[in-house]
């Protein structure tokens, strides 16, 4: 296989994962309300990508540490925004 199409299949797959939190987020945002979202499913993502760039810069996979950087921080706000509106919007009561 040919190595761009190698990357142009990474590249998608990169995309994908870090883009695959923003309908959560903007969910959680717009309703502020998290009451739904899984806390332990959440937390198990964030440390399984905080996983995943440790292991890419032990290795020196910069594609895989970045893709995995990004997917962190999307994750990362999706659990944040778990903990704020966890019962609701804090600011409505």
């Known amino acids: ?7 142009a299949f990474g ?4 995309l994908c994962s ?3 939190f923003a309908p959560q987020m903007v969910k959680i945002w717009k ?3 998290a009451s739904s979202v899984s806390l ?6 964030v440390t399984c990508f905080a996983l995943w760039v440790v ?3 032990m290795t ?10 990004a997917a962190l921080v999307m994750a990362s706000g999706v659990l944040a ?3 704020r509106f966890r019962d609701g919007d804090p600011e409505a009561a």
């Open 11 to 14: 590249t998608a797959a990169a």
């Open 18 to 20: 870090i883009t695959s």
């Open 40 to 45: 332990k499913t959440y937390s198990l993502t």
């Open 55 to 57: 292991y890419g810069v």
């Open 31 to 33: 309703a502020r309300d």
């Open 81 to 83: 925004m778990k903990w």
């Open 1 to 7: 296989m040919s190595d761009l199409i190698a990357n």
């Open 60 to 69: 020196g996979a910069w594609p895989v540490t970045f893709a995995n950087s």
